[in-house]
């Protein structure tokens, strides 16, 4: 069965960084791009960063960029996510998730998310 | 940035046929998928590539998308089909992933 544990969520401060990991298994990890999404509380899902299956093209969200890096080893089938400057606004569950190659492909598989709060 | 829109809440008693709206400039021009999240649970894919549905998801869930809307329509409603549904697309003027404002499905 296909498996994404996330890892790392933790209570941070305002302008504090925090690494995200996720452990992947039951699928060929190397063969699919994988994607933060973020859900505030009571919220909608947001997307956060994408990268693709070698691990060398990257994307972020607009409110993400400069402060997030998303990474992958796929030696470890294993993703993260660099946060840093920490914002209130990142408060949210971050699912870690599967999706084929290719811009149009959908989210495929889910993680069961691991909760960031950021507050002072 | 593009903008998905979707109405808070739609209702429909058992037996009964519940349908969702996406709206979106030109949406039959993209590829539509939709997600399904229960309280307290991670989401799930129900309907990909506008039409096309995952092995494990029932038959009553189907797709449409044409003009400036989408639609997931889920037939026969279930007192389990209770949940938030989304639907989301690329945007390829921005390379972004987009989701919709969610609608809260109320079985009655």
């Known amino acids: 069965d296909v498996q994404l544990v996330e890892s790392g969520g933790d209570l941070v401060r305002p302008g504090g960084s925090l690494r995200l990991s996720c452990a992947a298994s039951?699928?060929?990890?190397?063969?699919?791009?994988m994607h933060w999404v973020r859900q505030a509380p009571g919220k909608g899902l947001v997307w956060v960063a994408r990268?693709?299956?070698?691990?060398?093209?990257?994307r972020y969200a607009d409110s993400v960029k400069g402060r997030f890096i998303v990474s992958r080893d796929n030696a470890k089938n294993t993703l993260h996510l660099q946060m840093n400057g920490l914002k209130v606004d990142d408060t949210a569950v971050y699912y870690c998730?599967?999706?084929?190659?290719?811009?149009?492909?959908?989210?495929?598989?889910w993680g069961q998310g691991t909760l960031v709060t950021v507050s002072s | 940035s593009y903008v998905l829109t979707q109405p808070p809440s739609v209702s429909a008693a058992p037996g009964e046929t519940a349908r969702i709206t996406c709206g979106g400039s030109d949406i039959g021009s993209k590829s539509v998928n939709w997600y399904q999240q229960k309280p307290g649970q991670a989401p799930v894919l129900v309907i990909y590539y506008n039409t096309d549905r995952p092995s494990v998801i029932p038959g009553r869930f189907s797709g449409s998308n044409s003009g400036n809307t989408a639609t997931l329509t889920i037939s026969r409603v279930e007192a389990g089909d209770e949940a938030d549904y989304y639907c989301q697309v690329w945007d390829s003027s921005s390379d972004h992933y987009v989701f919709g404002t969610a609608t809260k499905v109320t079985v009655l």
């Open positions: 998730v599967s999706s084929k190659t290719g811009s149009t492909a959908y989210f495929h598989n």
């Open positions: 990268v693709d299956s070698y691990g060398s093209e990257t």
């Open positions: 039951g699928f060929t990890f190397r063969n699919y791009w």
